[in-house]
């Protein structure tokens, strides 16, 4: 569940991810077979992917993934875990996000702004803010599911200082907590015990620049990011801006772990993708059946 970007450039000097960047979001994703514009995008769950899938060593136990998973040439401890998680899962994580993970005692970034002057407090209001725009949003609230675009569970993150703060807490949620053991044991982080989420909440519109997660106490262990609801492009790039990144096709259920060289390396969604018309992704198809050991 991802991030923030400090963009820095030099003089007259070309960033590799800033056009990577641009090219993502020029594409008119609205198009048929939109992805041909863009040939060096790696898309693992499409019949046209050259990247062969491999069930990593792990121990016996059901607490870890046992479905396959994907690395990319070049990116040591990069692994992506394609379709991981059933329509089901994906569906219910998403309910949580909304519903839960964004409520009190959660932090978000609605809270860290004061109340604009009409707009009403509705704190404890049933159903919170998922329930109140299912409902049409019948006053004008502060915490408004519209305004919502983070939020944190466990270790809080300072954005204004770019720093987690010991006092500043709140109760870690089970369903991250297993997601997040399961998946770094099947990367091979066996004792991976999860302290901390971002919650990131997207538009078609939305926009991730470039930035690594350099603010955590250790390095050793690795990020787990799990996406839920609609298919983007994600920037996977290297230990500077000027090397130019790597464009995945990110669809919902899909799990990716960053960790050894790759825990430190840039990356961002440089685009959310509209579904077609009918409602239906507008991604290439998927090859076959998701894997066994899918997340039910």
């Keep these: 569940f991802l991030l923030a970007s400090t963009c820095i450039f030099g003089p007259n000097m070309a960033s590799g991810y800033r ?10 994703t609205n198009e048929e077979r939109w992805w041909e514009a863009l040939p060096s995008l790696v898309d693992f769950s499409s019949s046209s992917s050259s990247s062969s899938a491999f069930t990593p060593s792990q121990s016996s136990s059901s607490s870890s993934y046992h ?36 409520e009190p005692p959660h932090d978000t970034n609605i809270d860290n702004v004061p109340p ?21 949003n019948p006053t004008k609230a502060y915490r408004d599911l519209a305004k919502l675009s983070w939020a944190t569970t466990g270790y809080n993150y300072d954005w204004t200082l770019r720093k987690y703060h010991e006092d500043k807490k709140s109760p870690f949620p089970p369903t991250l907590s297993s997601l997040g053991r399961m998946f770094a044991s099947a990367a091979g982080s ?20 470039g930035h690594r ?7 050793e262990e690795p990020v787990v990011s799990v996406s839920c609801g609609l298919p983007a492009i994600f920037l996977l790039g290297g230990a500077t801006k000027e090397e130019a990144p790597t464009p995945i096709l990110v669809r919902s259920g899909d799990v990716m772990v960053l960790g050894g060289k790759s825990r430190l390396r840039y990356h961002g969604c440089a685009r959310v993708i509209a579904n077609r018309a009918d409602g239906e992704p507008n991604v290439p198809p ?11």
């Design 19 to 28: 056009e990577a960047q641009k090219n993502a979001r020029t594409i008119n």
């Design 67 to 102: 479905g396959p998973c994907h690395t990319l040439p070049g990116y040591q401890g990069f692994l992506y875990f394609s379709r991981a998680l059933s329509p089901e899962a994906s569906l219910d994580l998403a309910h949580k996000c909304l519903t839960s993970y964004c």
């Design 116 to 136: 604009k002057p009409g707009e009403e407090s509705v704190e404890g209001a049933e159903g919170g803010m998922f329930r109140r725009w299912m409902d049409g």
């Design 190 to 209: 066996p004792n991976f015990t999860p302290q901390a989420s971002i919650v990131n909440y997207y538009t078609t519109k939305s926009l991730m620049g």
């Design 213 to 219: 997660d350099d603010l955590e106490l250790t390095f």
């Design 286 to 296: 998927a090859a076959g059946e998701a894997g066994p050991g899918q997340v039910q």
